[in-house]
């Protein structure tokens, strides 16, 4: 394998300047990034370098899930080539950016993914009660097409971070710290791929927290299903199943030192009994 194939490539949800990017560049500092698609699996070609990490964007102080990455988490190979081995929160404060020139009661559309949009409710409804919210497909998404759409854009506005007035030509920031809570955080994942596509393996023998996939028909029981597999469960999440009558269930579960005590092979068989996927675990 040519020298390329060692460069490892982080990937999150772009343009440059989302919250993904920001949070990536801080926790991580790896040289190279690239764009998310979810869709994407882990590939090891010849000459090719190699994704082998995502950050993804899992829930919200005051939003709560991030759908997009909750559907992501139900694709068949995450779980057997690509894992959740870790996670991170980052604060978030959001801004207004408008075109150059654009005043406040200008602003007709405002722009940005949902999860910002919802975010800033609060002070949308106080200062633009009258505005049409847009959701694109992320923050910086919503600040690049306005810089991208010249004087057409006069009357619109992006929710993002400071970072895309710096990165996107002829914006600025009309009001910062829009966010409806101060403390406003985001919790992300990262995603870590197997290139060798062997199954899930603890990469340390001690993890405190684990997320598992259930799948349940109607009318049965995800907390007896659950139970059955011994670990404190700190949530459950339900995704509508997009195959079957039934539901996607992600539980959440701490392993309170028992993950010492008993092996790997011990923990994927109680999970399994109950037609659930381990995705990963961490410290």
Same mark, same amino acid.
């Given at each position: 394998?040519?020298? *390329?194939?060692?460069?490892?490539?982080? +990937?999150?949800?772009?343009?440059?300047?989302?919250?993904?990017?920001?949070?990536?560049?801080?926790?991580?500092?790896?040289?190279?990034? !690239?764009? =998310?698609?979810? *869709? @994407?699996?882990?590939?090891?070609?010849?000459? !090719? +370098? /190699? @994704?082998?990490?995502?950050?993804?964007?899992?829930?919200?102080?005051?939003?709560?899930?991030?759908?997009?990455?909750?559907?992501?988490?139900?694709?068949?190979? %995450? &779980?057997?080539? @690509?894992? /959740? @081995?870790?996670?991170?929160?980052?604060?978030?404060?959001?801004?207004?950016?408008?075109?150059?020139?654009?005043?406040?009661?200008? /602003?007709?559309?405002?722009?940005?993914?949902?999860?910002?949009? #919802?975010?800033?409710?609060?002070?949308?409804?106080?200062?633009?009660?009258?505005?049409?919210? $847009?959701?694109?497909?992320?923050?910086?998404?919503?600040?690049?097409?306005?810089?991208?759409?010249?004087?057409?854009?006069?009357?619109? !506005?992006? %929710?993002?971070?400071?970072?895309? +007035?710096?990165?996107?030509?002829?914006?600025? $920031?009309?009001?910062?710290?829009?966010?409806?809570?101060?403390?406003?955080?985001?919790?992300?994942?990262? =995603?870590?791929?197997? /290139?060798? #596509?062997?199954?899930?393996?603890? +990469?340390?023998?001690?993890?405190?927290?684990? =997320?598992?996939?259930?799948?349940?028909?109607? &009318?049965?029981?995800?907390?007896?299903?659950?139970?059955?597999?011994?670990?404190?469960?700190?949530?459950?999440?339900?995704?509508?199943?997009?195959?079957?009558?039934?539901?996607?269930?992600?539980?959440?579960?701490?392993?309170?030192?028992?993950?010492? $005590?008993?092996?790997?092979?011990?923990?994927?068989?109680?999970?399994?009994?109950?037609?659930?996927?381990?995705?990963?675990?961490?410290?």
């Amino acid at each position: 394998m040519s020298a *390329n194939a060692s460069i490892v490539i982080v +990937a999150y949800l772009g343009p440059e300047g989302t919250y993904s990017h920001q949070a990536c560049i801080f926790l991580i500092l790896i040289q190279t990034f !690239a764009t =998310l698609d979810p *869709n @994407t699996q882990c590939r090891d070609n010849e000459g !090719a +370098a /190699v @994704t082998r990490f995502a950050f993804l964007p899992w829930e919200n102080l005051i939003y709560g899930q991030v759908i997009d990455t909750y559907d992501a988490l139900r694709q068949a190979h %995450i &779980g057997k080539s @690509t894992f /959740v @081995t870790g996670e991170y929160t980052f604060a978030v404060e959001h801004c207004l950016l408008v075109r150059k020139g654009t005043k406040l009661k200008d /602003v007709r559309r405002i722009l940005s993914h949902e999860q910002a949009l #919802g975010q800033c409710k609060v002070w949308l409804s106080k200062h633009i009660p009258e505005g049409q919210l $847009v959701a694109v497909a992320s923050t910086a998404a919503a600040a690049k097409t306005i810089s991208e759409s010249g004087e057409e854009a006069s009357t619109d !506005a992006a %929710i993002c971070s400071k970072i895309c +007035a710096e990165l996107y030509e002829g914006l600025e $920031v009309l009001q910062e710290g829009i966010q409806d809570d101060n403390n406003n955080k985001t919790r992300f994942i990262v =995603l870590g791929c197997n /290139v060798d #596509g062997a199954e899930w393996k603890v +990469a340390e023998k001690r993890w405190t927290t684990g =997320l598992i996939r259930v799948s349940v028909r109607r &009318g049965s029981s995800v907390e007896k299903a659950v139970g059955e597999i011994g670990l404190k469960v700190v949530r459950i999440d339900r995704r509508p199943s997009l195959w079957v009558e039934g539901d996607d269930y992600f539980v959440e579960v701490e392993s309170e030192g028992e993950s010492e $005590v008993k092996s790997q092979e011990y923990w994927k068989r109680r999970v399994e009994a109950i037609g659930g996927v381990i995705l990963g675990t961490w410290l």
